[in-house]
Nanobody, 122 residues
Framework: VQLQASGGGLVQPGGSLRLSCAAS????????IGWFRQAPGKEREAVSC?????????YYKEFGKGRFTISRDDAKRTVTLQMNNLAPEDTAIYYC???????????????WGQGTLVTVSS
């Protein structure tokens, strides 16, 4: 199983980024996919997750509600996190993870990608 997170970069406050998680070695539609982030000096935290295709539930941490949107394209084996109105406190390494059970907790995800850096700064 491999997960490849991409789409990070430097963006000004108020800007947008679209993160993608490309999966291989698993049937993406059968898995829950989660996005997590770790800011400098802080513990990793959940950002958003989406259940399997047959379930469809989504979860957003409070800070992401109204700004972030998670979606999946099982044909392309990709899960996307659209992030709008970004703020400096969103600066972090963003990781995607896959698991067979829908959860907003890290321990629910045995498969992890390498992370993509998001920097929000003027």
């Amino acid at each position: 199983v491999q997960l490849q997170a991409s789409g990070g970069g430097l963006v000004q406050p108020g800007g947008s980024l679209r993160l993608s998680c490309a999966a291989s070695g698993l049937t993406v539609g059968a898995y829950a996919i989660g996005w997590f982030r770790q800011a400098p000096g802080k513990e990793r935290e959940a950002v958003s997750c989406i259940a399997s295709a047959s379930d469809g539930r989504t979860y957003y941490k409070e800070f992401g509600k109204g700004r972030f949107t998670i979606s999946r394209d099982d044909a392309k084996r990709t899960v996307t996190l659209q992030m709008n109105n970004l703020a400096p406190e969103d600066t972090a390494i963003y990781y995607c993870a896959a698991g067979q059970r829908y959860s907003e907790r890290e321990r629910g995800y045995p498969y992890w990608g390498q992370g993509t850096l998001v920097t929000v700064s003027s």
